[in-house]
């Protein structure tokens, strides 16, 4: 069974400047999410997707970061104007769905570096 | 937000000691309670898991202690090797939501 996909893993953009990023969760996954890991610090959930709608967007600072799951399957964060803060890895999880067992499945995480 | 605190920061062992990391949280909307083992430039992957009407679980060198009144459940590392060596982060599901909300980790190095 393919694992969460990330892409880029790598990306380095000076402030101001945007960037985007992807992922393809767990075939038939419904939940999806989006953390937000800064060096040193436990992953922050930053949006939470059941199927194409948002459950929690709580932690997301809107002024900047948008996030979009068409058609309830991949998804893609994007960040504009980057601030320096922004600087972290992205990771991107799934669950089969609310009511599960509990598990969420990571994917490898995209790492941002603001300049 | 609600937090799940952890600690310690960091952890040194040598071969087969047996480390422990703590957590604790203030919520009692929590319905589920795993452990997370991360290593470098990869994402977390469930190591083992606990719901809160069980004081114990094992699961091979692995043992997760729940004391529901104190709020407080702990990591529990047998026979540690350097392959454990890794980020361990607690974490806590809101019920209903499954939010899941992250410790600030551990970093557990085990030296042969």
């Known amino acids: 069974e393919a694992g969460v996909a990330q892409s880029p893993r790598y990306k380095i953009i000076e402030k101001r400047q945007s960037v985007a990023f992807w992922c393809n969760p767990i075939?038939?996954?419904?939940?999806l999410y989006w953390y937000q890991q800064i060096l040193g610090q436990g992953p922050k959930l930053l949006i939470q997707?059941?199927?194409?709608?948002?459950?929690?967007d709580s932690q997301l600072p809107k002024d900047r970061f948008s996030a979009e799951r068409l058609k309830g399957v991949d998804s893609t964060l994007k960040i504009q104007p980057a601030k320096l803060e922004d600087s972290a890895v992205y990771l991107c999880?799934?669950?089969?769905?609310?009511?599960?067992?509990?598990?969420?499945?990571f994917g490898e995480g995209s790492r941002l570096t603001v300049l | 937000q609600q937090q799940v605190k952890q600690s310690p920061q960091s952890l040194i062992v040598q071969k087969g000691g047996i480390p422990i990391i703590n957590c604790a949280y203030e919520?009692?909307?929590?319905?589920?309670f795993p452990w997370y083992q991360q290593f470098p430039g990869k994402g977390p992957a469930l190591l083992i898991a606990?719901?809160?009407?069980?004081s114990e679980k094992k699961e091979g060198r692995f043992t997760i202690s729940f004391n529901k009144s104190a709020k407080q459940f702990s990591l529990h590392i047998m026979d540690s090797q350097p392959g454990d060596s890794a980020t361990y982060f607690c974490?806590?599901?809101?019920?209903?939501?499954?939010?899941?909300?992250f410790g600030t980790g551990t970093r557990l190095q085990v030296f042969p």
């Open positions: 999880a799934s669950s089969p769905g609310t009511g599960y067992s509990g598990e969420l499945f």
């Open positions: 075939s038939g996954h419904a939940t």
């Open positions: 997707f059941q199927n194409n709608g948002v459950v929690d």
């Open positions: 919520n009692t909307a929590f319905d589920y």
């Open positions: 606990i719901r809160p009407d069980v």
């Open positions: 974490a806590a599901r809101e019920r209903n939501t499954d939010k899941l909300i």
